[in-house]
């Protein structure tokens, strides 16, 4: 019996639709049938170096045709595969590793180097790949307490203070078939790609190529390309950022995007007044949609984007959505609580320690750590995101992370990381440094050491040195 069901999914693209355009890239055109016939050929020369079921294998590439097939071929040979982000610097790539135990990691060399012992180039038909195997017991299994798992993603984007999520195939398939009986994709239609795939793949990726509509990746976010690109290859889905569209609405130049059908805004908060400017300048409603590792994509606000920009929407058909008080009971329409999710396609475990879903759900429900309301009619609104995150122009950073590195800087004694808010970044982070008795430090030198351990967007963009740092009874840095 063929399990491999994320897999098949490309296969079975490829069947289908041979002659249609799967992705648009800097090298052309790609039909389904060639990025099958390319993902099938990586597949082998993986399978011959020895990748098999029970591994866990990272993929750690730039937006392109080669990383989508890295992450199908990864898939193909029965390992689990963690998409990875070119930005990572080799200090978050060790703690992947460390954290995760991935056996390999797969790279285009576009970023840093994962793995320094060991460079093993794989041939694509444009450009290559890079392979390594880690130090771990190729013997060792990966996620043993998860039946058939597809893919490992971390919650902040790597490890620090977060949670390896593991998804299954079986879980994989629910949430995309789940979320496109709101987004209603098929062959007609071309998503203009411009967010990070590592850390949007399997409700958006995945699901492009199951339903057979194309992929069109822009080479980077600025607007004129986003515009260029869209209306050279008929793009009808949007999906961005809160800044790729505010950047979209300050556009001074004339050229509308006809062919575009819906505007998504995903991975953080978006301004009713970026929403307004942006139907100004391209007729067109901007709809927030609510997505979480741990679920997919439950919420969109395609029915009262107009009227509410600011809301994430409703449940989609197969969700249930309900606004819990701090004893897990519901509360009335239009109250703040926590915001608890049910469906298709739930995360299947929590890789260390390990848990299992049942042993996380509250009766049946995934509690998201966010407020929110909901009103009468269920249309949701977030009141607030979890409160120690920060999302700085869509990416998301926890600010242990940041703090674990300037403390490791000799005269920091203590720091605390948060963020203040920025028209175009959404939030920038902040950094606050308590130093230890008679040192001094020279900031812009702390900065070039965090440059060399940390993704761009981590780096604090304000440091202030202060006296003191308020903390808990239990000894614990207070916050807020």
């Known amino acids: 019996m063929n399990d491999l069901l994320v897999y098949?999914?490309?296969?079975?693209?490829?069947?289908?639709?041979?002659?249609?355009?799967?992705?648009?890239?800097?090298?052309?055109?790609?039909?389904?049938?060639?990025?099958?016939?390319?993902?099938?050929?990586?597949?082998?020369?993986?399978?011959?170096?020895?990748?098999?079921?029970?591994?866990?294998?990272?993929?750690?590439?730039?937006?392109?045709?080669?990383?989508?097939?890295?992450?199908?071929?990864?898939?193909?040979?029965?390992?689990?595969?963690?998409?990875?982000?070119?930005?990572?610097?080799?200090?978050?790539?060790?703690?992947?590793?460390?954290?995760?135990?991935?056996?390999?990691?797969?790279?285009?060399?576009?970023?840093?180097?994962?793995?320094?012992?060991?460079?093993?180039n794989i041939p694509m038909k444009m450009d290559s790949f890079r392979f390594a195997f880690s130090n771990v017991d190729k013997s060792k299994p990966f996620a043993a307490h998860v039946i058939n798992p597809a893919f490992i993603r971390f919650t902040s984007g790597t490890t620090g203070k977060s949670k390896g999520v593991i998804i299954s195939h079986k879980s994989a398939i629910e949430r995309i078939d789940a979320a496109n009986k709101a987004l209603e994709l098929g062959t007609n239609d071309v998503v203009v790609w411009v967010l990070p795939m590592a850390y949007h793949f399997v409700v958006s990726i995945l699901l492009y190529i199951r339903f057979g509509t194309a992929i069109a990746i822009a080479k980077d976010f600025l607007s004129n390309n986003i515009i260029d690109i869209t209306n050279e290859h008929g793009g009808t889905l949007l999906y961005a950022s809160p800044m790729q569209i505010r950047l979209l609405s300050s556009n001074t130049d004339d050229v509308k995007m006809p062919t575009l059908k819906k505007v998504i805004s995903t991975s953080a908060a978006i301004s009713i007044d970026i929403c307004k400017a942006f139907k100004q300048r391209y007729g067109i409603d901007v709809s927030q949609a609510y997505g979480i590792i741990e679920i997919g994509l439950p919420m969109i606000n395609f029915v009262k984007s107009t009227e509410h920009p600011d809301a994430v929407g409703f449940a989609l058909p197969d969700y249930q959505v309900e606004i819990l008080d701090e004893s897990n009971n519901p509360l009335p329409y239009g109250k703040i609580g926590h915001l608890a999710i049910k469906g298709p396609g739930m995360f299947d475990a929590y890789l260390t320690p390990p848990r299992l879903r049942q042993d996380v759900l509250k009766n049946g429900y995934f509690l998201t750590a966010d407020y929110a309301s909901k009103s009468e009619d269920g249309l949701v609104k977030v009141a607030g995101r979890e409160k120690s995150m920060i999302n700085v122009s869509g990416n998301?950073?926890?600010?242990?992370?940041?703090?674990?590195?300037?403390?490791?800087?000799?005269?920091?004694?203590?720091?605390?990381?948060?963020?203040?808010?920025?028209?175009?970044?959404?939030?920038?982070?902040?950094?606050?440094?308590?130093?230890?008795?008679?040192?001094?430090?020279?900031?812009?030198?702390?900065?070039?050491?965090?440059?060399?351990?940390?993704?761009?967007?981590?780096?604090?963009?304000?440091?202030?040195?202060?006296?003191?740092?308020?903390?808990?009874?239990?000894?614990?840095?207070?916050?807020?």
């Open 8 to 120: 098949n999914v490309l296969e079975e693209a490829a069947q289908k639709w041979p002659n249609l355009p799967a992705v648009y890239d800097e090298f052309g055109m790609l039909t389904f049938s060639e990025l099958f016939s390319e993902t099938e050929a990586l597949k082998h020369e993986l399978i011959k170096l020895g990748i098999t079921r029970g591994m866990g294998i990272g993929v750690m590439a730039k937006n392109s045709r080669n990383f989508i097939s890295g992450i199908f071929a990864v898939i193909g040979c029965g390992a689990t595969v963690m998409p990875m982000s070119h930005q990572l610097k080799n200090a978050e790539i060790d703690d992947v590793l460390e954290e995760a135990q991935l056996h390999a990691i797969l790279d285009d060399r576009s970023g840093a180097q994962p793995i320094a012992n060991g460079d093993i």
């Open 396 to 480: 998301k950073v926890f600010p242990e992370e940041v703090e674990k590195v300037l403390e490791t800087i000799e005269d920091i004694k203590l720091a605390r990381i948060s963020g203040t808010p920025h028209p175009l970044m959404g939030q920038i982070i902040q950094a606050e440094l308590v130093l230890n008795d008679g040192a001094s430090i020279d900031i812009e030198e702390v900065l070039t050491y965090c440059r060399k351990r940390l993704s761009t967007y981590k780096i604090p963009q304000r440091v202030t040195i202060v006296e003191s740092l308020p903390i808990t009874g239990s000894g614990k840095l207070q916050r807020y």
